[in-house]
């Protein structure tokens, strides 16, 4: 029994990785055929083995929980939300909260395409979220997934919730602004957690300066938007 969670929560960290099998057996030093057909439940792997697989994935094996002293990046399939929910239930608290980063509008044009990202903070554990880079539909095209762009809400994620106060968790909350090289540090997991912390505390509801860069990234004058809103009377 206990080898089949270890087996079904070292699947689950796999997938958001988004790395291939081969990579994490080469890692620890495995034939990947072996860790491949141990996920199917095909071949069995040593304990000795499974610790490692799992340290690298960094599970601990007593507790079952994901190392607290390390910012983990998990990259999201949106149109598969499984596998987050899946891992929001193996790992997560009962309340977790998130804030959506943008890049600087103030930056240079090209970070547009920074990557996209979010922040999930759950008891001890800090997550940074990355939508995959390119579609794995068809029907979607890489250059409408521009950063910043509403892509993922808490009530995706069980007991999820916005760390901006007053906004419910299936609705937008205004994105912190914060710099490309910052963006990038995220998705490399070059962050402390004093970092992400800080990060997450900036998090607040709605304001003026939200709503103009929102207008500004949509390509919205202030006139538009005062016609918008006229309209709704």
């Avoid at 940074?128 to 539909?137: A, D, G, H, I």
Wanted: net charge negative; aromatic share 6%; glycine share 6%.
């Amino acid at each position: 029994m206990i080898t089949n969670e270890y087996r079904r929560l070292a699947g689950i960290l796999i997938e958001l990785s988004d790395r291939p099998v081969l990579y994490w057996a080469s890692v620890c030093g495995f034939h990947p055929s072996n860790v491949s057909n141990w996920l199917r439940g095909r071949e069995t792997l040593s304990e000795e083995n499974q610790a490692r697989l799992l340290k690298a994935l960094y599970l601990d094996l007593d507790t079952m929980k994901l190392d607290p002293s390390r910012v983990h990046i998990w990259i999201v399939a949106v149109h598969e939300p499984e596998t987050l929910k899946d891992a929001a239930e193996a790992f997560l608290e009962s309340e977790t909260w998130m804030t959506m980063l943008s890049p600087d509008p103030d930056g240079p044009d090209a970070l547009s395409q920074a990557p996209q990202v979010a922040l999930l903070r759950s008891g001890n554990l800090r997550i940074v979220l990355l939508r995959k880079l390119f579609p794995t539909k068809m029907s979607e095209n890489p250059l409408s997934q521009k950063a910043g762009t509403p892509w993922i809400r808490p009530s995706l994620i069980p007991g999820g919730r916005w760390k901006a106060k007053g906004i419910a968790s299936d609705e937008d909350a205004p994105p912190l602004l914060a710099p490309g090289p910052l963006l990038f540090d995220l998705v490399l997991g070059n962050v402390s957690i004093d970092q992400f912390d800080a990060l997450m505390e900036k998090s607040a509801p709605w304001n003026w300066k939200d709503v103009e860069a929102l207008a500004r990234k949509v390509g919205l004058s202030a006139r538009e938007v005062a016609e918008m809103i006229r309209d709704r009377k």
